[in-house]
């Protein structure tokens, strides 16, 4: 735990994984064929929290959904990369563009596609839930799950050590 609380003080960007980690996986679907997610409001709070404190925060993943870029963009979220079944690729190519180093990465998934990308941020997490290839590469596993607040969690730890989290953004929303 002592070199998982460290390296929370060089955390500068947030890297979520969609469905399983923002969401709880579920996907509801209309009759016309719409799909829709649910996201955690908690997680969102300290989602727009991240940024208005200055950290990159970026969503990426192999989904399509619509919904999901609507609900992060309404949290300041602008970085997010769907339909992306390479996720080192998307992954490189932003940080390369955002002058990003990898050890300055909280990187959360929680199933097979992420463990490449894993492997590649300085600091690998993962929701309660997660699959068990996942887990054995996550520094940290959140004791909630995909949706119930794990993005919450390790959003609070990192603000929190680094002095941010009751900082004046956080009390407008």
Known sequence: ????????????????DVDGV?????????????????????DGYALQLAV??????????????KTAIYRLNSLGIKDVF??????TDKFKNYLESKHILPTNVLYMGDDIPDPGV???AGLPVCP??????VKALSQYISPLGGGKGC?????????KIQDKWMSEEAYSW
């Not at 950290?55 to 399509?64: E, K, M, Q, T």
């Not at 769907?82 to 996720?87: F, L, N, Q, R, Y």
């Open 151 to 159: 993005a919450r969690d390790v959003i609070e730890k990192v603000l």
């Open 118 to 120: 894993m492997k590649l």
């Open 22 to 42: 923002l969401t709880d996986g579920s996907v509801f679907v209309t009759e016309t064929g719409e799909q829709s997610r649910a996201f955690n409001i908690k």
């Open 82 to 87: 769907i339909g992306a079944h390479v996720k």
């Open 52 to 65: 208005k404190c200055g950290y990159n925060v970026c969503a990426i993943s192999g989904s399509r959904s």
């Open 128 to 133: 309660a839930d997660a699959c068990e290839e």
């Open 1 to 16: 735990m002592e070199s998982f609380l460290h390296k929370l003080k060089d955390i500068t960007t947030f890297i979520f």
